[in-house]
């Protein structure tokens, strides 16, 4: 089993900027790709970014720019700065992680989600 330790989420105005953190713990064998998910009240769940154990990052065209996703292997943790945020960027943010174990198929993992709203 993994678990997750997320912080970071909250109220900022327009053009602020915060920062997620998600720690990844538990009975770890091997994480490849990390990432996060957002989904709004009402919409699909949509991926914001993702970042290879190698350290390759994709992100979604609405964040490329503002947004910058960052990984401690040794730590499995994954950082997502988010600058200039906007009202749009409401949601819940959703950590995962895809873990290889000793045995059996490859496993996605979720965190709790923490809550990030941007308003005035």
């Known amino acids: 089993q993994v678990q997750f330790v997320e912080s970071g989420g909250g109220l900022v105005q327009p053009g602020g900027s915060l920062r997620l953190a998600c720690a990844a713990s538990?009975?770890?064998?091997?994480?490849?790709?990390m990432g996060w998910y957002r989904q709004a009240p009402g919409r699909q769940r949509e991926l914001v970014a993702h970042i290879s154990s190698s350290g390759n990052t994709s992100y979604a065209d609405s964040v490329k720019g503002r947004f910058t996703l960052s990984r401690d292997n040794a730590n499995n943790t994954v950082y997502l700065q988010m600058n200039s945020l906007k009202p749009e960027a409401t949601a819940t943010y959703y950590c995962?992680?895809?873990?290889?174990?000793?045995?059996?198929?490859?496993?996605?993992?979720w965190g709790q989600g923490p809550q990030v709203t941007v308003s005035s």
């Open positions: 538990g009975s770890i064998f091997s994480i490849s790709t």
């Open positions: 995962y992680a895809h873990h290889t174990g000793p045995s059996g198929p490859p496993r996605t993992y």
